[in-house]
């Protein structure tokens, strides 16, 4: 079983940088494709950013293309993502999961992945 501990959140002003970390402990993740998903209040949970084992594709949301960089150490185990610019529509719990075995990558759908952390709240002040 592999269990997702997401950190680096935090109270932020427009135009802010956080670095949102997501580590790993049990089973190993250095094979699979991770993500990271947002959710705010009253809003459905939606796709970030995803990276593959390699760290060599990695996938946006157009909302955060430009300004989100996610990247992975599978020595550490961890993924990150590097958020430049921040906008208050940005706030929102941020949740790291791992990609379901026999998926085809790349899959934006929450269904898709598994071993949700318990997220790490992201606040962006106008």
């Known amino acids: 079983q592999v269990q997702l501990v997401e950190s680096g959140g935090g109270l932020v002003q427009a135009g802010g940088s956080l670095r949102l970390s997501c580590a790993a402990s049990g089973r190993t993740v250095s094979s699979k494709t991770m993500a990271w998903f947002r959710q705010a209040p009253g809003k459905e949970r939606e796709f970030v950013s995803l990276?593959?084992?390699?760290?060599?594709?990695?996938y946006y949301a157009n909302s955060v293309k430009g300004r989100f960089t996610i990247s992975r150490d599978n020595a550490k185990k961890t993924v990150y993502v590097q958020m430049n610019d921040l906008k208050p529509e940005d706030t929102a719990v941020y949740y790291c999961?791992?990609?379901?075995?026999?998926?085809?990558?790349?899959?934006?759908?929450?269904?898709?992945?598994?071993?949700w952390g318990q997220g790490t709240q992201v606040t962006v002040s106008s």
């Open positions: 990276i593959s084992w390699s760290g060599s594709n990695t």
């Open positions: 999961a791992v990609q379901k075995n026999g998926v085809i990558f790349p899959s934006e759908l929450p269904f898709d992945y598994t071993n």
